[in-house]
């Protein structure tokens, strides 16, 4: 729908075309963001199913045999003070049509038994080695889940700014063109006619004159 704002000139038929093709390529642009993130997430989704049932699996094994190891031993919270807390996380990023994705560098290392044999037991060991894995497997969950959650939302913008240039801005743009173009075929069409009009009067008022000279000649012989 045109907007009775743009006033209709040749210079603004030209710039309105012009932003109609800077919001068609916007589009495709968008279109293709979407697409390319789209199969970037779609790689994901296996991944992070597997993850989330392994990962289940694991501290539901992890919480019975602590369950157990506490059965045992009693409750083991001063021996676990023992294992050092792993700070060996480190968070880097990338970016994938400009969507920052997180980068996890963790190197797993071999399991070190920091605490003492005589009040433990193998059902603590076995606690303690389930929590390991599943900590190792919450960070890899992490990164691919915050990744598929960034990707997802770039998803969604891409597809609403894709859709509003799409529905609202290249429509407006392509009726406002219309609009120019049609009032400037019109006033064309008006300034030919009038040109026309100035044409003929020219000619009849030159034809008059002819006449008129004619008799004053014949009257002068």
């Known amino acids: 729908m045109a907007t009775n704002q743009v006033f209709p000139t040749k210079g603004n038929l030209l710039a309105l075309k012009k932003s109609n093709e800077l919001a068609h390529m916007g589009y495709e642009l968008m279109d293709r963001k979407r697409n390319i993130l789209i199969r970037e997430m779609m790689q994901l989704i296996d991944e992070v199913r ?19 190891a506490n059965i045992t031993l009693g409750i083991v919270g001063d021996i676990a003070k023992a ?3 792993d700070q060996g996380l480190d968070i880097t ?14 190197e797993s290392k071999p399991i070190r038994v920091t605490y003492g044999f005589g009040s433990t037991n193998s059902k ?14 919450t960070i890899r969950l992490a990164e691919v889940d915050n990744t598929a959650y ?4 770039a998803i969604l913008k891409s597809k609403k700014r894709a859709n509003a240039l799409k529905n609202i801005v290249i429509p407006t743009f392509q009726a406002n063109i ?7 075929e019109e006033k064309e069409r008006e300034e030919f006619a009038r040109n026309k009009v100035i044409k003929r009067r020219q ?11 004619k008799p004053s000649k014949d009257s002068q012989e």
């Open 150 to 153: 960034r990707l997802a939302s």
């Open 93 to 106: 990023y990338r970016s994938i049509m400009g969507v920052e994705i997180p980068k996890i560098k963790y």
């Open 178 to 184: 219309k609009y120019v173009a049609d009032a400037l």
């Open 50 to 68: 597997t993850l989330r049932e392994e990962i289940a699996k694991n501290y539901r094994l992890a919480y019975m045999a602590l369950q157990e």
């Open 83 to 85: 294992i050092p807390i």
């Open 124 to 137: 603590f060991d076995y606690a303690f080695t389930c929590f390991v894995k599943a900590r190792d497997l």
């Open 203 to 213: 000619e009849a008022q030159e034809e008059e004159s002819i006449l008129n000279e």
